[in-house]
């Protein structure tokens, strides 16, 4: 009886470790991005004091004009998951104005914002930092030599997203608008 009684342990045994479904694949899980952006003129290259968007998308609005916008994002991946993407979609509109009453605004224009230095497309190590500035107003190109030129209108936005080996991937949004800087 006691012979088979420690057959059937061990029978359960095996039999719970043939049907357990192991340990979780590590690989699974998405990057982690700790992402911030700082504003200023030039803004601070440390993330004190910092618009927070890990917790959810943020928007801003009415920013003044000579403000730039500073991207700092550290990216890591679980051990053996490198990086195989990042993706910055991003976004500037604006139209340029030629004085108060003016009978000319220019026609709605947009092009991706110009981050210095460039963002990185890919990676295949398990960490990356980026830190990158761009000025909206500046890359406008409407001209601010008269008083009341400049461009109006002007809103944006800025998206960050990592993807690993397995798949997986996390990503940010940032929104904003700034003051006009030409008059309507």
Not at 39 to 48: A, Q
Request: net charge positive.
């Amino acid at each position: 009886m006691l012979t088979r009684l420690r057959w059937l342990a061990c029978f359960a045994l095996f039999s719970s470790l043939l049907l357990s479904p192991g340990c979780p694949n590590p690989n699974t899980k998405g990057p982690s991005m700790v992402t911030v952006i700082q504003i200023g003129s030039p803004p601070p290259d440390t993330t004190t004091n910092s618009i927070d968007l890990n917790a959810a998308d943020v928007t801003r609005s009415q920013i003044p004009s000579r403000i730039s916008i500073r991207l700092i994002s550290n990216i890591t991946t679980p051990l053996g998951s490198p990086l195989t993407s990042i993706v910055v979609t991003s976004r500037l509109d604006w139209q340029c104005s030629f004085g108060h009453n003016s009978q000319t605004i220019g026609t709605p224009q947009n092009a991706p914002l110009a981050f210095t230095p460039a963002i990185p497309t890919s990676s295949s190590s398990t960490s990356l930092k980026i830190d990158s500035v761009v000025d909206p107003i500046a890359m406008s190109g409407c001209s601010t030599s008269k008083l009341g030129w400049g461009p109006v209108n002007i809103r944006g936005n800025v998206n960050i997203s990592a993807t690993n080996s397995a798949g997986t991937s996390t990503s940010k949004n940032f929104l904003f608008d700034y003051q006009n800087v030409g008059s309507l």
